[in-house]
């Protein structure tokens, strides 16, 4: 395999502050969940396009059964993490929405290791479950009793689990293809499913104000774009486990963002959570026997 052109930590990183945003756009644009998410992947689709017809289209021919199938399946899986996801930003606040949409390991440790057999040892569970701790500590407070939070809460737990099988299915498919044309290629059926969801619930296609449309492009270009396709560059080279838990990351960016745009003030326990979660990936990153494991094909290369 190829050594890629810089550290796939580095995307990682930048892929994290750009998710960041993506709760806060969401709150602010003046629309139903299902049309954000279209918006969102048609714009990306719509960016991409250019390059993809220019210089990747003739990939697709690379394509066989078994990879269209597991991009249909990412694809599907990738449009309602996100309805279900912008769903529970209606009902719960964005520090507790991001935290339980970020507790990815938890599926990711099971996934890895059923399919890919990836070795996982103690010292990675131990700093999972320390990030996993200090992402629930940080909304600790902000977790409200009601059943409109608690419903919330369950919304974001399940775009959890399924933007976990996005990345599963995509890992495979993502080896074998230039990061353009998958992410063409799994982001258009997306882009196809949230079409036919917005349908199906008779949700709005517009007009709506310039703002709104504004956030909507934003959405493309920061979670998507310099988000979750720096993800699928990364994946690549790195593993799902590796990046579910650096998105653990998130539930912290996401929460300062608030407390300057929305108000949503932090208190004790979503700062001393943000210290424990970035100590639980400390943890894991000084673990390097699984470095080498994880990052084995870059060091030989």
């Not at 078994?66 to 209606?90: K, M, P, Q, V, Y």
């Not at 990046?243 to 929460?255: C, T």
């Not at 673990?287 to 084995?296: E, S, T, Y």
Request: aromatic content about 14%; overall charge positive.
């Amino acid at each position: 395999m190829e050594k890629p052109p810089i550290h796939p930590s580095i995307a990682i990183i930048i892929g994290v502050i750009s998710i960041s945003f993506s709760a806060i756009l969401v709150k602010l644009a003046d629309a139903e969940s299902g049309v954000i998410a279209f918006y969102r992947m048609l714009f990306t689709v719509l960016i991409l396009s250019p390059i993809f017809l220019k210089k990747h289209v003739h990939e697709l021919k690379m394509l066989n059964k078994r990879d269209w199938l597991f991009s249909t399946i990412a694809g599907i899986f990738l449009a309602f993490h996100f309805i279900l996801w912008f769903e529970s930003l209606n009902y719960t606040s964005v520090a507790s929405s991001t935290v339980l949409v970020t507790m990815q390991p938890l599926f990711a440790f099971v996934g890895t290791y059923l399919f890919f057999k990836e070795r996982i040892t103690m010292q990675t569970i131990l700093s999972g479950i320390i990030a996993i701790s200090g992402s629930v500590l940080i909304s600790w407070g902000d977790f409200k009793v009601s059943g409109n939070a608690l419903f919330g809460d369950i919304l974001a737990l399940i775009a959890c689990g399924l933007v976990t099988a996005y990345f599963l299915f995509g890992q495979d498919v993502r080896k074998r293809l230039s990061l353009i044309t998958y992410t063409m290629v799994v982001y258009s059926i997306s882009t196809v499913c949230l079409l036919c969801y917005v349908i199906i619930r008779e949700e709005s296609f517009g007009p709506y104000p310039m703002m709104t449309w504004i956030w909507f492009l934003l959405l493309a270009i920061l979670p998507n774009l310099l988000g979750h396709s720096l993800f699928n560059w990364a994946i690549k080279w790195i593993s799902t486990t590796v990046i579910s838990i650096a998105i653990l990351f998130e539930p912290v960016g996401a929460s300062i963002l608030a407390l300057f745009i929305f108000g949503e003030k932090l208190i004790v326990t979503q700062i001393v959570g943000g210290i424990i979660v970035i100590a639980g990936i400390l943890l894991f990153v000084l673990d390097l026997k699984m470095l080498k494991i994880f990052f084995k094909k870059t060091i030989d290369s």
